[in-house]
Protein backbone atom coordinates (compact mmCIF):
# COMPACT_ATOMS: atom_id res chain seq x y z
CA UNK A 1 0.00 0.00 0.00
CA UNK A 2 1.61 3.45 -1.39
CA UNK A 3 1.55 6.16 1.82
CA UNK A 4 -1.56 8.34 1.64
CA UNK A 5 1.20 11.20 1.80
CA UNK A 6 2.55 10.26 -0.84
CA UNK A 7 -0.13 9.34 -2.92
CA UNK A 8 -1.21 12.94 -3.09
CA UNK A 9 1.47 14.23 -4.51
CA UNK A 10 1.96 11.78 -7.37
CA UNK A 11 0.29 12.49 -10.88
CA UNK A 12 -0.18 10.38 -14.24
CA UNK A 13 3.17 11.33 -16.15
CA UNK A 14 0.59 11.35 -19.17
CA UNK A 15 -2.21 13.73 -18.43
CA UNK A 16 -0.70 15.10 -14.51
CA UNK A 17 -4.25 13.74 -13.38
CA UNK A 18 -4.28 12.42 -10.03
CA UNK A 19 -3.86 8.53 -9.53
CA UNK A 20 -5.50 6.36 -7.39
CA UNK A 21 -4.65 3.22 -5.70
CA UNK A 22 -6.55 -0.29 -6.63
CA UNK A 23 -4.75 -3.15 -5.94
CA UNK A 24 -1.15 -3.17 -6.89
CA UNK A 25 -1.95 -0.36 -9.42
CA UNK A 26 -2.08 3.27 -9.44
CA UNK A 27 -5.05 4.08 -11.79
CA UNK A 28 -5.33 7.41 -13.66
CA UNK A 29 -9.40 7.31 -14.98
CA UNK A 30 -8.08 10.53 -17.22
CA UNK A 31 -5.22 8.79 -19.51
CA UNK A 32 -7.04 5.17 -19.17
CA UNK A 33 -3.73 4.16 -17.86
CA UNK A 34 -2.85 1.62 -14.93
CA UNK A 35 0.68 2.06 -13.54
CA UNK A 36 2.16 -0.86 -11.78
CA UNK A 37 3.48 -0.68 -8.11
CA UNK A 38 5.88 -3.43 -7.70
CA UNK A 39 7.66 -4.22 -4.33
CA UNK A 40 6.09 -1.19 -2.57
CA UNK A 41 7.44 0.80 -5.77
CA UNK A 42 5.06 3.11 -8.35
CA UNK A 43 6.15 2.23 -11.60
CA UNK A 44 5.05 5.46 -13.55
CA UNK A 45 5.95 4.93 -16.92
CA UNK A 46 3.82 5.27 -19.60
CA UNK A 47 5.65 2.28 -21.35
CA UNK A 48 5.03 0.03 -18.53
CA UNK A 49 1.56 1.21 -17.80
CA UNK A 50 -1.33 -0.97 -19.33
CA UNK A 51 -4.67 0.59 -21.11
CA UNK A 52 -7.54 0.32 -19.02
CA UNK A 53 -10.66 -1.12 -20.13
CA UNK A 54 -13.83 0.75 -19.98
CA UNK A 55 -14.43 0.13 -15.98
CA UNK A 56 -11.96 -2.11 -15.58
CA UNK A 57 -10.98 0.36 -12.86
CA UNK A 58 -14.17 -0.25 -10.56
CA UNK A 59 -13.16 -2.58 -8.12
Known sequence: MI???L???LVCP???APL???GNELICEVSGLAYPIE???PILLVEEA???D???DKK
Do not use: P
Open 14 to 16: KSK
Open 39 to 41: DGI
Open 54 to 56: KGS
Open 3 to 5: DEA
Open 20 to 22: KQV
Open 50 to 52: REL
Open 7 to 9: LKL
